[in-house]
Nanobody, 123 residues
Framework: QVQLVESGGGLVQARGSLRLSCAAS????????MGWFRQAPGKEREFVAA????????YYADSVKGRFTISRDIAKNTVYLQMNSLKPEDTAVYYC????????????????WGRGTQVTVSS
C-alpha cells in the first residue's frame, strides 16, 4: 500500500524554524515528483515546494522562496521541508504529495497524499 506520512509540525514563534518530514512507503519513488502543499482555514490548498525524487530542479512558491528548502534522504525514503524565518501567515496544515515523473505546482495533478501535519506560527 502506497503511503505518505508527514510529521514534524507544531507550534513555533515567529522567526523560528521547523523541519517537516514525509516518510514514503509502499513503492519505489525514484521516478516520482514530490511536493509540499499547505492549506490554511478557509483558504485553497496552495503550492509550497516540489522537486523530482531523482534530483534536478526544485520549485518554490514566491512566498517561501529563500526561507524554505525541500530535500530528500534516499536511504530513508523521506522528503523534508526545512522552514526557517517562519511567519504567522505560514500557519496551515502542510501536506506531502507525489505524482509520476514531473513536478507540478498544481495540487490536482498529484494523486498520492499524506494526511497532513499542522504548523502554527505565533506572532
Amino acid at each position: 500500500q502506497v503511503q505518505l506520512v508527514e510529521s514534524g509540525g507544531g507550534l513555533v514563534q515567529a522567526r523560528g524554524s521547523l523541519r517537516l518530514s514525509c516518510a514514503a512507503s509502499g513503492r519505489t519513488f525514484s521516478s516520482y515528483a514530490m511536493g509540499w502543499f499547505r492549506q490554511a482555514p478557509g483558504k485553497e490548498r496552495e503550492f509550497v515546494a516540489a522537486f523530482r525524487w531523482s534530483g534536478g530542479s526544485t520549485y518554490y512558491a514566491d512566498s517561501v522562496k529563500g526561507r524554505f528548502t525541500i530535500s530528500r534522504d534516499i536511504a530513508k525514503n523521506t522528503v523534508y521541508l526545512q522552514m526557517n524565518s517562519l511567519k504567522p501567515e505560514d500557519t496551515a496544515v502542510y501536506y506531502c504529495a507525489a505524482r509520476p515523473f514531473v513536478a507540478s505546482i498544481n495540487h490536482d495533478e498529484y494523486d498520492i497524499w499524506g494526511r497532513g501535519t499542522q504548523v502554527t506560527v505565533s506572532s
